[in-house]
């Protein structure tokens, strides 16, 4: 999908200027995650629909984890000490389409881009970690998978 078309349909927020003006300073802090099932499954694995310890299976190869903070498994990811693994100095690695939901729709404040500790962003509510959590939630219920 274009990335546009992707933007537009995802009512996402990334402002590519703006993202390297950051310089990835939220990349640094935390990987985002990807709120919507389909969506991954789509972009890893080509549609098929896979059970949790499937999943957990193929995602070291990717680079990816398990969230569980919220309890419900969420794919993300690797994190380091320096935050996300796919930022690097180049920026990050994964093309602007399989990008993590919450990356795509992370609204910079550009009055705080120069603070020390980072800048501030809003993550518009449908992009939650509840948010996600339900949706993921949903997701392994409906396949009768037990997280």
Known sequence: MPTQQ???????????????TCGGRCC????????DPE???TLFFAGQHL????????????????WEKTGVPI?????????????SADGCRFSIEDRPC???ALVPNRKTLT???????????GFSREQAGRRWQKYW??????C
Do not use: H, M, N
């Not at 349909?9 to 390297?20: F, G, H, M, N, S």
């Not at 794919?75 to 930022?87: H, K």
């Open 28 to 35: 640094q802090g935390s990987p985002g995650i990807w709120v």
């Open 115 to 125: 603070q020390a500790q980072g800048c501030l962003c809003r993550l518009p509510k």
């Open 75 to 87: 794919p993300a990811p690797r994190s380091l000490l320096t935050g996300c693994a796919f930022y």
């Open 141 to 146: 219920i409906g396949r009768s998978y037990e």
């Open 51 to 66: 059970t949790l310890e499937q999943l957990r299976g193929r995602l070291d190869d990717l680079g990816l984890v398990l």
């Open 39 to 41: 969506r991954f499954f």
């Open 6 to 20: 992707l933007i537009q349909k995802e009512k996402v927020a990334l402002d590519a200027p703006l993202c390297r």
């Open 102 to 104: 919450q990356c795509l």
